[in-house]
């Protein structure tokens, strides 16, 4: 319960990237895709478990679990390499994961991501399908921004778009982005405002799905 209201007290100035937590699995299991993961998780019930470190994995597995039916017992680690010999070892089935270490992983050969939480596919990474593809509906994005108070004079706002789009357009920053599983994001500070003020809505209703206790 904040004491002020995140959608009026703070103004985007200018976004930079967007990125999704992923889907994944050790690499020397079998499944290739969610629909064969789902149908091997239905089968074990409640003893399937899926590893997650951070607010956006927890809501991922929760919204993974809601919609597809399954009982998998969620295993918090404090941080997502903790999981790493758990899943290696079959202790753990599947993990939703950061991009930054789960396509590290991924390119090592140790995991295999299945599927990305965004409702599109990622521009760095196209060939990953998305959950909403794989039918699961979801739409879990994270992004950066830079952001200043509401009562910021707009000239200053216009610039810090300005610089930031200017820096986000560089290919040398684009290929800095793409390569931790970033999307470069350029927008107005208009389109920014709305992102922030849908992901606030949506929120409510991650943290009543994935049983999250405000703090």
Known sequence: KPPFDAAKAIQIAATINKQAFMLAVDAKRPWKSVAELTAYLKEKGDKATYAVSANSGIVMGAIYNEKAGLQALQVHYRMAQD??????SGKVDYALQDPVFALSQHRE??????????A???????????????GVPMDLVGWFAAMVPSATPRPIVEQL???F???????ETQNF???YGGDPWISTPEE?????VRDIAAWGDYIRIAKLEPQ
């Open 192 to 196: 920014g405002q709305a992102r922030l």
């Open 165 to 171: 789009s200017d820096v986000v357009a560089t290919e």
């Open 83 to 88: 999981a790493l010999n758990d899943m290696t």
């Open 161 to 163: 778009n300005k610089w």
């Open 177 to 179: 982005l793409r390569n």
């Open 120 to 134: 599109e596919r990622l521009k760095s990474n196209p060939e990953l399908p998305t959950m909403t593809e794989s």
């Open 109 to 118: 050969g140790r995991l295999r991501v299945l599927a990305v939480a965004s």
